[in-house]
């Protein structure tokens, strides 16, 4: 089955700043979900669930633990949805190839990974504040000078993660908005988006969490040298703590992507059906 590529378009820098946008937007919620995730991952011993993780978190570091890496989250997520909304919105313009959304979503993931990847780091290493040596907290420096001295270490690891991601995604969503639409013709077109974004976001979840752990781990070496490669963190994680040590934080992965991909999704959707709207109603034309 063929997925329906839109026949009007926005610019791909509209594309891309509603991308950003509504990604910021998404953030907000998303992140004390994703500290739980961060710090699930980081873990070597028995796992809590992420409920827990964050309760403990409140209660040791107080309530402004919720919003610890935020500012790095939200220039992440601006940074990072920018290119990825951007860079997809030229190729699919530009090929018009719909069987290519895979790819096209994998290219513009992996290149908007790559970019964004300090911020990612930095992101991790504020978010697992609070493991650090005799529970100490680590300092936003720790961050700042890794982003000074070691930008890009771990980017091409995060450029997978979020390629498979990113195809995975949009590649999903289309086609299940596509087949929700023709087999429900009466739903709201806003159910149809959440229905669509939830199936994507957890698929992408289950497939790419071994990735997302390993990428976390790497990250977190700009306070200890663990691994000497991802290949060596996915065998030495898997020889001391066994196969199922590759889904840890798996639970806090889909309570956190789950919600961000369907805030996004949903947002991009009514952000690109006003400026449709209101383009036509100007009489501008679409690509």
């Given amino acids: 089955m063929t997925v329906q590529m839109p026949t009007w378009r926005l610019h791909p820098l509209e594309e891309a ?10 953030c907000l919620f998303s992140n004390p979900l994703d500290i739980a995730r961060v710090r699930l991952q980081l873990t070597t011993g028995r796992l809590d669930g992420p409920l827990r993780v964050i309760t403990r978190a409140v209660k040791a570091e107080g309530v402004v633990v919720l919003t610890r890496g935020l500012g790095f989250a ?9 290119a990825r ?11 018009e190839q719909d069987r290519l959304v895979a790819v096209y979503g994998v290219i513009a993931g992996g290149l908007a ?15 697992r504040a609070g493991l650090g040596v005799n529970g100490a907290l680590e300092p936003r420096a720790t961050a700042l000078q890794t982003l ?3 930008p890009f270490h771990g980017s091409l690891l995060w450029a997978v993660r979020n390629g498979g991601h990113t195809g995975i995604v949009f590649s999903m969503y289309s086609l299940a908005k596509s087949v929700l639409t023709k087999e429900m013709p009466g739903a709201s077109t806003p159910l149809v988006h959440v229905a669509a974004a939830l199936q994507a976001s957890i698929t992408s979840c289950v497939l790419m969490n071994p990735i997302d ?3 976390t781990r790497m990250y977190s070496q700009a306070l200890e040298v663990t691994y ?3 290949l060596d963190c996915m065998r030495k994680t898997v020889a001391v703590e066994g196969v199922g ?3 840890r934080g798996l639970t806090a992965n889909v309570l956190r992507t789950v919600p961000h991909t369907v805030i996004t999704l949903s947002l991009m959707e009514l952000l690109r059906s006003t400026l449709r709207d209101s383009a036509l109603g100007c009489g501008r034309q679409g690509r």
Avoid: D, I, W
Wanted: with cysteine; hydrophobic share 45%.
């Fill in 245 to 247: 040590a590759l889904y």
């Fill in 213 to 215: 752990m390993v990428s």
């Fill in 85 to 95: 909304f951007g860079v997809f919105e030229v190729l699919s313009g530009k090929f």
């Fill in 113 to 127: 990974g790559f970019l964004s990847s300090p911020l990612a780091k930095a992101r991790t290493l504020r978010q």
């Fill in 74 to 82: 939200l220039g992440y997520n601006a940074v990072f949805n920018f």
């Fill in 228 to 230: 000497s490669s991802p």
């Fill in 148 to 150: 000074r001295h070691h």
């Fill in 17 to 26: 700043v509603c991308g950003a946008s509504a990604a910021g937007v998404a």
